[in-house]
C-alpha cells in the first residue's frame, strides 16, 4: 500500500489493515483551499502533521470546514522534499495506545505545501496567499529558538542583522519573513489576519507580536517600509498574536512502528533525518491525549474547531493553564527525565517512569515544589493533569518518546521550565527560595549532563542546542572523578540571567547547585549515588 492520493483509492485494503480513511474528498478539499486559503501553518514537522492537523481532519470530516491548511517550511526544506511531495502531503498518524494498540489514520487535510524561501518560485505563491481576503490564520510550530532575533550579548544574530539591512524583498530569517508577508497583506488591503504562536513556552504570543514589532521598527527606522504599517500590526481588530497552550506528546518518529506499518502492508515508511536535524517520516507516532487551549482573537474569523475539542477561552485563561503545563505540571518533569535518562542511559521515557529515583523525583518536582505556585485555572485541574502526566502519559510504554528528543534545545527552556517556579518562591512572601531542593538537582544534573559523559564515565552524544558549544567550554575543565576541578567554572553558566530568566546565586540557589554538582561528579556511578542519597529510593540500574 502506497500513502498517496492514488494509492488510497484502494479503499478495502486500507480498511482491511485497519486504517481510517478520509470520508471527504481529499482532491476537492485541496482545490477548495486553493481558491479560498484560510489556514497557512509554518513548521512542517511532526507536531503539525500529528496533532494541527488532525484537528482539522476532525472539522472536515464532521462538514464543518470546506478547506484544508497549507504547510509553509521555511527552514528546513528537506522536510518537503522527502516526506510532503512523494506522499501528496498526506501522513499517517500512528496513535499509540497504553495497550499496546495502534490506531492509524490517513491524515490528508494538508491540502497543500509551500516553500518560504524568496530564492523559489514559491514566494510569489505564498504571497498571493498571504495577501487572499479568505486567509485567516497563520499559525507556527517553529520551535522555541526561532522567536529568537538577538543572541545573548545582545546584538542582533547575523541572518537578522542582514534582513534588516536589506529589506522586506529576500529575508532569510522565519520572523522577518512573517514580517514581510504580514506587509505585503498589509500593502494588498490592510486586511485582518490571527497570527498563532503553537510554540510551547510562556506568553508564546507576546513573544511573536514583540519579534514581529522589532523587525517592523527596523524597517521603518530605514525608510524602507510605510510607518502606517505599525498601526495596522499594532491594532488587534486587524492582526491578533493569541497566546496559546498546546500538549500533546509527539514523540519523533520510531523503527518499531516503522517495522509494524510493514507489517501492515505499507510501503515507503522510512524514516530520514536531515542535514538540519529534524527526524521525520512519513507517519507520526503520538499519544491519545492532547488539549489544546487557545485565546479567542480571530480578527478574521476561524474554523469552529472548539467543535474538535480545542478550548477557547480569554488571555488570563491561557496563561494560567499554559503556566501550569510548561512551567510546572509536564515540561519540567520531562526536562528533568531528558537530563537524567540521558545520564543513565535510559532509551525512552517510559522505562525512567520504571526507576523509582527518577518517579519520585518527577513527583517532588511536581507536586511538592511545583504545584504550590500554581494558580488554578479553571478550565483544567492542575493536581489532575499532574496525576494524568505522571500516572497515565509518561509511563505509556508503547510512545517510544527519548530522552534525547526532549534534551534538545535545553538551553532555550531552562529559564521557562524552572526559572519561572524559582521566580515564584522569590516573590512569594510564604515560601521560600531556598527551600527548593529538587529543581537545583535538575540544574545540577543539566550543568553534569554538559560534560558529555554518562554516569558509567562513557562518552555520550549531547542533543543539539543553539547554546552548546559555548555551554561545553565553561565545563570542559571539569573532571569526572575530580571535585577541585570545578573551582569557579559553573559560575557563568549558573548566573546568565539569559539562561535561567535570574541568576542564580542572587536568589541563593548557585551554591546548592554547585555543591549537587560536586556530588554529581565525585566519579563514575555518582549520579545514581546522589539521586539515591537525596530521593531515598532503591533503584536496581
Ligand atoms: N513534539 C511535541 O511533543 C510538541 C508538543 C507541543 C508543542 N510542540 C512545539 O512544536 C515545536 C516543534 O515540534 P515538532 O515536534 O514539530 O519538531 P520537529 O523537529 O518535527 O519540527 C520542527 C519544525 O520547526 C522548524 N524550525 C526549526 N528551527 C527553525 C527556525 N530557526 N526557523 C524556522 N523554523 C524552524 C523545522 O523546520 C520544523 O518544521 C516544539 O519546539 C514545541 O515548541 C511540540
Ligand atoms: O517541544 P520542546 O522541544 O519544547 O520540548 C520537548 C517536550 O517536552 C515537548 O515536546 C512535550 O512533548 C510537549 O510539550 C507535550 O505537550
Redesign the pocket.
Known sequence: MLLTREGIKDIDRWRHAGIKLPNYDVEKIAEKTKQNPTWLH???????RG?IALLQQDLLHKGLTETGIIAV????YE?IEKVYIPYDNLSLLVIMHADGTLETEVISSISDKILADPWSQDWTKLKNIFTNPSLQIASF??????YNLKDFSGEYIKEVKEDIQKGPEKPR??ISKITSLVYERYLKGKYPIALVS????SGNGERLFGSVKTITEEWIKKGMIEEKFLDYLTNPSKVSFPLTM???????PSEEVKKKLEGLGLEKMDIIKTS?N???APFVNAEKIHYLVIEDKFPNGRPPLEEAGVIFTDKETVEKVERMKVTTCLNPLHTTLAIFGCLLNYSTIAEEMEDPCLKKLVEKIGYDEGLPVVVHPGVLDPKEFLREVIEIRFPNPYMPDTPQRIAT?TSQKMAIRFGETIKSYEQREDLNVTDLKYIPLVIAGWCRYLMGVDDEGRPMTLSPDPLLEDLKSHVSNIKLGDIESVKDNLRPVLSNKHIFGLNLYEVGLGEKIENYFKELIAGPGAVRKTLRKYLECEADK
Do not use: H, M, Q, W
Not at 509554518?42 to 503539525?48: D, K, R, T
Not at 510550530?141 to 526561532?146: D, F, L, P, S, Y
Open positions: 509554518f513548521g512542517a514537522g511532526n507536531i503539525f496533532f517550511e521555511s527552514y528546513d522536510i510550530t517553529i520551535t522555541e529558538k526561532a530569517n522565519i503553537l510554540d510551547n513556552f498546546i500538549d500533546k506528546i509527539v514523540p519523533r538540519k529534524t527526524v521525520i534545545d
